[in-house]
């Protein structure tokens, strides 16, 4: 079966961190770019970060630079965001899809509608 499945959200109190998987399934994430996504109640999906697994290319927004970290394990067949210092704002369903390589660059993750393929997002809610 194919399919992306995302793992790892939770309940984090604010300055706390988590790891999010994303593994692949039934294809291999090789020769793909990778992205993470997040959507908060009543707002759009917005990108996070995004990899591009043949050359590891990496973009993150700018609310992300310097906390959260985007990596591969190309034997697991997995991507990961490492967020680290989380707030209260970062609270949204987070979600991993696929894109072809060259969508991503090291100064964007090319627009949502080049994501073709979605697991079905992992929640993580910052709170005290």
């Known amino acids: 079966q194919v399919q992306l499945v995302e793992s790892g959200g939770g309940l984090v109190q604010p300055g706390g961190s988590l790891r999010l998987s994303c593994a692949a399934s039934?294809?291999?994430?090789?020769?793909?770019?990778i992205g993470w996504f997040r959507q908060a109640p009543g707002k759009g999906r917005e990108g996070v970060s995004c990899i591009r697994n043949s050359d590891g290319s990496t973009y993150y927004a700018d609310s992300a630079k310097g906390r959260f970290t985007i990596s591969r394990d190309n034997a697991k067949n997995t991507v990961y965001l490492q967020m680290n210092s989380l707030k209260p704002e970062d609270t949204a369903v987070y979600y991993c899809a696929t894109a072809p390589p060259m969508v991503v660059t090291t100064t964007q993750c090319g627009p949502l509608r080049a994501y073709d393929f979605w697991g079905q997002g992992t929640q993580v809610t910052v709170s005290s």
């Open positions: 039934g294809f291999t994430l090789d020769n793909y770019a």
